[in-house]
């Protein structure tokens, strides 16, 4: 249920803590905002369920925690836990810091739990579970692998499951292994808990009230602040990438002390021009810089931070993303903190969740955003202080158009998905979490889990608690038994003679490696090193060689070495280089987004947030999009081929891409097209064909299919489910059948 607005002026304050009320007045707030009103009533009891969602740095996290810990005090014998599950180390480290200010007066300990805290810690809150303990999915998962039958005493006296960022578990491996994770919390301490769910990107609170609660979504609470009242201001600017020819024309040198080396970069790119606008624009201020891909990050860290050095003037750009160390990381986090001079951070997705990094005047996106979703919860990074605006510059490049150019190409795609993003944002709207995946690839690391935590477990066990009752509810029983028989054949499970499930061979030794308590897969990755300090860790998709040069951390470095059975790279500071192969932040685009942008085309007005760069090439797609009649039809042919035209979000699009495969009908998903091989007359038949297909029938639509594995235990599935499951996570089957029932006849 949806919580209405309280009439009262501080009815929440007056059911706090004296303690704690006193701590509200030292901080000098004058009143407690809507949200933190609001959830003092209906959490200071731990009786339900509640997500709060508001905007980042709109005081989520004491809307939680005011009440939860006057819970705490009120009824401190036995004393009494709480259990905060976050998506990132960082994001703990900062919240024990924030927490430890206040619950340090208040006399209850505050535990952060991860790799980088020392056993000690650990050890303590063990032996005395009281307080409020801090961690990851994997560390939790850890815990119940290596402690499982010491959990009920550590849980006994739980009274809070507390998740951050809760959108960032939705509809993911890793959601599945949390929605598992809490249940299991619930079996070892012997009594329901109320779960509560903090977020500033919910698009749907339906849906993320039934990931909360599976089966009960009526039952959770919703607590959704209205305070923030952002103003928006945005600027696009549309660039034009030259051909090759024009590249090859102007090599540049970035330096005089660069004359000595034999790699030059072009200036004719765009990215040049914007590298030179960001710089012109930014410096002075505290900025957060979004590209794409991680080689982008480190493109754009270096360019900048060069354009300082040539100007004399301290660096104030900061690459940031996961493969960078702790410390290289940490750099960049404390210089935006500080306050004591200007700094830009250029990052990927690391910086968008609720890590403390201060007031940020603009962010920055180049490219076209991942989604909507991220764009907004970037942008509540921006305009936090009185009356300042947030302010979103965004930079979109576009191929020059040539005979045969695609018609995503002439339909400028990026550009048009930028726009049409940025209007569904300023409407309000942004994509709901994607949660029908069955992801049973994790429910083969819980039934390994449950086995260990419980030194075996039945059959019966494992689908009353994981299944029946637990977190994979859609997994069928005759699906569940093959997978027992699949785990069986890879020796990840044995069965004794009593009928008791026990590791294997294979299994025992998965369970015991660091790797298992993660849910989801990651690419093996190379250690960088220079004079015996560790860089970082890049992900290396093809051999090093030898006095090749790479961009990371923002600098230039140069192979000297590599160490295959280490995987270590030993490097050397230099000038020049091309980066590694990142692997691209980009997400699946939705159906709104989609029908937006055919909205964009249609539309004959002067967008109002574009340059004149942008707005010629906004024109020159609407031209396209008319003179092709896009606004009517649905297939058509443009420079000798042929398009089908769905206007569907990519799940949807993928899905119509293999049906039309598998009726005969070769054609490709170029994002906003799918580019057929055949005249209009065959693409009709085709979805004709398609129109006619039973979305159930898994096993000849995907019979062709040769990458269905997309998760970390896919491996270890019995076929059908694996289909299964390939299909709930990755396409959109029943909409691409109804699309070409639709549309099988050109209206």
């Known amino acids: 249920m949806n919580l209405p607005p309280s009439h009262s002026e501080s009815s929440g304050f007056d059911q706090l803590e004296y303690r704690i009320q ?14 933190q009103e609001w959830a003092v009533p209906v959490l200071v009891d731990a009786d339900q369920d509640v997500i709060i969602a508001a905007a980042t740095a709109a005081g989520k996290t004491e809307a939680a925690f005011l009440p939860i810990l006057t819970n705490l005090l009120n009824r401190d014998d036995p004393p009494g836990s709480v259990l905060y599950i976050s998506p990132l180390k960082a994001l703990i480290n900062d919240q024990w810091d924030r927490l430890s200010r206040l619950c340090e007066q208040l006399e209850i300990p505050v535990v952060a739990w991860h790799g980088d805290i020392s056993s000690s810690k650990k050890h303590r809150f063990l032996k005395s579970p009281e307080g409020v303990l801090l961690i990851t999915p994997e560390s939790l998962e ?10 009920g005493g550590v849980f006994q006296h739980l009274r809070y499951i507390v998740v951050d960022e809760l959108h960032a578990f939705i509809g993911s491996e890793r959601g599945k292994q949390l929605q598992s994770l809490m249940h299991r919390v619930e079996l070892v301490a012997c009594h329901r808990l109320p779960r509560v769910g903090l977020s500033a990107t919910l698009g749907d609170m339906k849906m993320a009230s039934e990931f909360l609660r599976p089966g009960n979504a009526d039952g959770v609470t919703v607590i959704e602040s209205k305070s923030s009242n952002q103003t928006l201001q945005v600027q696009v600017r549309g660039y034009i990438q030259p051909p090759m020819s024009e590249l090859k024309k102007k090599p540049v040198k970035l330096s005089d002390q660069a004359e000595n080396e034999d790699e030059t ?20 201020s505290n900025n957060l810089i979004f590209p794409n891909s991680r080689s982008q990050v480190e493109w754009y860290a270096d360019q900048l931070r060069r354009r300082c050095e040539k100007d004399g003037v301290p660096n104030e750009f900061w690459p940031h993303h996961g493969s960078l160390s702790k410390d290289l990381r940490e750099q960049a986090e404390h210089a935006l903190k500080a306050g004591t001079q200007a700094a830009s951070a250029i ?6 969740l609720g890590i403390d990094i201060g007031s940020i005047k603009t962010v920055v996106q180049i490219g076209a955003p991942p989604s909507v979703a991220s764009l907004r919860q970037r942008l509540g990074r921006s305009g936090r202080r009185p009356g300042e605006k947030a302010t979103l510059r965004v930079y979109c490049k576009e191929s020059p158009l040539k005979d045969g150019s695609s018609l995503s190409d002439q339909l400028r795609q990026g550009l048009v998905q930028t726009i049409a993003m940025i209007r569904l944002l300023a409407k309000g709207w942004f994509e709901p979490p994607r949660a029908q995946g069955i992801h049973a690839s994790t429910l083969v690391q819980q039934c390994l889990s449950v086995i260990a935590q419980c030194g075996g477990a039945s059959a019966a066990d494992l689908w009353k608690s994981l299944i029946a009752e637990g977190a994979f509810p859609k997994v069928e029983k005759p699906d569940f038994v093959k997978l027992l028989k699949a785990l069986g054949e890879h020796e990840l499970i044995v069965q004794d003679s009593s009928g008791l499930l026990l590791p294997g061979t294979v299994g025992e030794r998965l369970i015991n490696h660091y790797e298992f308590y993660s849910a989801f897969t990651s690419d093996e990755e190379f250690r960088l090193v220079c004079d015996g300090r560790a860089l970082g860790s890049v992900p290396v998709s093809r051999p090093l060689t030898k006095d090749q040069r790479i961009i990371f951390g923002g600098r230039r470095w140069q192979v000297r070495d590599v160490d295959l059975q280490a995987k270590v790279i030993i490097v050397s500071a230099a000038r020049g280089g091309a980066p590694p192969q990142f692997d691209g932040l980009g997400a699946m685009v939705h159906d709104n987004v989609r029908q937006e942008m055919r ?7 002067p967008c109002p947030f574009i340059d004149q760069g942008a707005q010629e090439l906004l024109d020159e797609a609407r031209k396209t999009f008319v003179s092709l009649g896009l606004g009517k039809r649905y297939i058509v042919e443009s420079g000798g081929k042929c398009y089908l035209m769905s206007w569907l979000g990519d799940h949807a699009n993928d899905a119509l891409r293999l049906l039309l495969n598998h009726v005969g009908l070769s054609c490709d998903n170029a994002g906003l097209a799918i580019e057929v091989d055949a005249d209009i007359g065959r693409t009709q038949m085709a979805l004709k064909e398609v129109g006619s297909l039973d979305a159930a029938d898994l096993d000849s639509i995907l019979s062709e299919v040769e990458n269905m594995l997309r998760e970390k235990w896919d491996w270890a599935l019995p076929h059908s489910l694996l289909m299964k499951s390939f299909a709930s996570i990755s396409l959109d089957i029943s909409t691409a059948i109804l699309f070409a029932q639709s549309h099988s006849v050109e209206k």
């Open 599 to 605: 909205a964009v085309l249609a539309d004959t007005l």
């Open 347 to 352: 990052c990927t997705t690391t910086l968008e």
């Open 265 to 284: 970069e072009n200036e004719a790119s765009p990215d040049f021009a914007i590298a030179d606008h960001l710089y012109k624009v930014l410096r002075g």
């Open 22 to 35: 006193r701590w509200v007045w030292a901080e000098g707030w004058t009143s407690l905002r809507d949200a």
């Open 142 to 151: 850890a815990l119940f692998v290596n402690r499982g039958s010491s959990l």
